[in-house]
């Protein structure tokens, strides 16, 4: 299965470590772990704001998709 996270991308659920509030990167240690992570994707343009942060195991992703809203996507496809 997969889940739409805004613009035209689609990722594979098997694939998610976690769905986090884009409010995590107010924290400098989270700031810092992403900023080093590999594979950083916005799923959108850059002048739309970003709403939650997908964490994969080899990328993170950007949406402006709500957290709560993906995981309904994802409640809804189980």
Known sequence: MYLHIGGNKLISLN????????????????????????????????????????????KVYYSSISPLTLMRRIEKNE
Do not use: H, T
């Open 15 to 58: 694939n998610i470590i976690g769905i986090f509030n884009i409010d995590l990167e107010k924290n400098q240690n989270n700031a810092d772990f992403l900023e080093k992570f590999p594979g950083k994707y916005s799923g959108e343009e850059e002048s739309i704001k970003n709403s939650s942060i997908v964490m994969m195991s080899d």
